[in-house]
Structure formats: structure tokens, C-alpha cells
């Protein structure tokens, strides 16, 4: 298969995951091959999708014929078929995928993944789960988990970093924080770097990033 001058990423497994991942990379330029097992589903996405075929992604040898092995990289979202998620992965790591990003179902299917050899497993709904906890019981304005100990909360800065730069106030340090990014509610020129000079307002936004326990207990505190 020729190189493309655009970005390529092949996407294995059609279902709300898979498709409205594919989708966006569509629409982002990104050049897609979708592979599903359904034939009615791949009927369904073929005007939307430019390369969509029907195949059984747990024979490496088929993987091979549509050309999987010169896609630097690809995404395993397979569903709840654990057997079928997990060979192939296997498969993608047999034939050199460099990057493989795979969505598991379950932590123990997580960590299976991440030993038949896939670089990073995202578990959809337990992590949408975790954030809308968050946004629920606290003041957070959204919450993400960038990994198993470090998170990132958007949210209003607290009385004490109003009209005082974070590099006066030992707020940041007490709570072993960082706030990286603002905006303000006067303007919309979006978010912006956080200095040591910056001065906060009431209704600005804030983006603090550190240690998962150290980020609630910053947001317990506003």
C-alpha cells in the first residue's frame, strides 16, 4: 500500500466507540481504515467512511492482506468480545504496529492488553464514570485522569488566588498543585499560560494539575 502524505490510523471494531472514533479522525484529515465483522454496519458506514471493509481482525493473515502492517498506528475497540479484542492485539504487535492503542472493557482486561503488548488501554466508561462522579460532588468543572496518579480539574480559583498571584500566595505549594492555565471571564481570548505574575479574578477559570488526592483535596478546599 502507497504512503499517504496524511496521517493514517487503522480503527478495528465499528461499534459507538469505534465509529465515533473513526469519525472524528475523519473529520480531523486523518486517513482511516475501518474494519468490522458486520456487514450491515460496514453498509452503514460507508458513506461516512472513505475505507471501511468487513473482516475477521483475529487472522493476522487477513490483517496483512488489507495492508494493516504499514499503519504506524491503530486502535483495537473491539467490544465486548474479549477473546476477539485481545488476539488482535496480538496480531496488530505480530505484524509491527508501532503505536496500538486498545479499549478494554474491565481492569483485568486492561492489564491483559497491556501484556500481549498494546501502548496505552483507555476503559471508556469507567473513566466517563470517574469524571461525572467528580463534576457531580464537587465544585469541579470538569475532571480528568491523565493517568493512575496524576489528574487535571478545571475549575474557579479560590478566594485566597483572587487578586493575588499564585507566585504571592503559598496556596499552590500547600496543596501540592500546579496551576497551569486561565481564562478570563472578561474577554474570550481563551486559555492562557499561568505565571508567577498572573493576578486571578472571581469568574475566571483555572486548569490545576498534580497527584489525584491532591487535586480533590485543592478542589474540597474552594
Known amino acids: 500500500m502507497a504512503k499517504s502524505d496524511r496521517e493514517q490510523v487503522v480503527v478495528i471494531g465499528m461499534g459507538r466507540f469505534g465509529s465515533a472514533l473513526a469519525l472524528e479522525l475523519v473529520d480531523q484529515g486523518t486517513d482511516v481504515l475501518a474494519v468490522d465483522t458486520r456487514q450491515d454496519v460496514v453498509r452503514r458506514l460507508s458513506g461516512s467512511l472513505g475505507h471501511v471493509v468487513t473482516a475477521d481482525s483475529t487472522d493476522v493473515d487477513t490483517l496483512r492482506e488489507l495492508g494493516v502492517a504499514d499503519y504506524d498506528r491503530a486502535v483495537v475497540a473491539v467490544g465486548t468480545d474479549i477473546e476477539a479484542s485481545i488476539l488482535t492485539t496480538a496480531n496488530l504487535v505480530d505484524l509491527g504496529v508501532e503505536r496500538i492503542l486498545a479499549k478494554a472493557i474491565t481492569r483485568q482486561h486492561a492489564r491483559i492488553l497491556e501484556r500481549v503488548g498494546a501502548h496505552h488501554v483507555v476503559l471508556p466508561e469507567h473513566d466517563m464514570g470517574q469524571r ?4 457531580v460532588s464537587g465544585r ?3 475532571y480528568i485522569e491523565i493517568d493512575d496518579e496524576y489528574a487535571m480539574v478545571k475549575t474557579q480559583p479560590p478566594k485566597d488566588l483572587v487578586g493575588v498571584p499564585p507566585g504571592q500566595s503559598d496556596l499552590p505549594s500547600r496543596y501540592r498543585v500546579n496551576i497551569v492555565s486561565s481564562r478570563s471571564h472578561v474577554d474570550d481570548t481563551g486559555y492562557r499560560p ?6 486571578l479574578m472571581y469568574g475566571d477559570l483555572i486548569v490545576a494539575i498534580g497527584r489525584i488526592a491532591d487535586v480533590e483535596r485543592f478542589a474540597d478546599s474552594l
Open 132 to 135: 461525572v462522579a467528580h463534576l
Open 140 to 142: 469541579m468543572l470538569d
Open 194 to 199: 499561568v505565571s508567577p505574575d498572573t493576578v
